[in-house]
């Protein structure tokens, strides 16, 4: 019985990778539309300014570069539509197999998003709670996990606590 539960949970995580792909992709597509001439004067540009620009706020928007921009759109996609932790969409903007962003544009992202880290845990949690039917204390365990969600520990308790 527990085999089938994990094949489950298995078709499961394969399903939200899958989705998570077609949200990258849809997001390049969306977030390419300069011309190639830019686009090359752009890669050179950007391995000369990543250390200067490391420290760009929010507000410089002239002086953010476009890969900068592009990390921050991909990190509150994730945040709204999937409800992912911080840690979670740092790792997915920075990984070979999701946003293949520099650490620099992966941390501007994080450093610069508008998202309620609790509102996500609750969410994850209430998915959790309503497909597949986990306890609380198996939600906790997978929001904090570092195989499964990577909310930190108060997040995680806060939509435990919240959970009907």
Known sequence: MNNQKENKMSKKAIAIIAVVVVIILIIGFAGGN????????????SNNNQEENSNISKE??????????NALKQAETYSEMMHMSKQGIYDQLVSEYGGQFTAEASQYAIDNIDADWNANALAKAKEYQE?????????????????????TPEEAQYAVDNLE
Request: net charge negative.
């Open 131 to 151: 497909t597949m039917a986990m306890s609380k204390d198996a939600i906790y365990d997978q929001l904090i996990s570092e195989y499964g969600e990577k909310f």
């Open 60 to 69: 410089d928007d002239d002086a953010i570069p476009m890969e900068y921009k």
């Open 34 to 45: 300069s011309n190639s001439s830019e686009t090359n004067s752009n890669n050179n540009n």
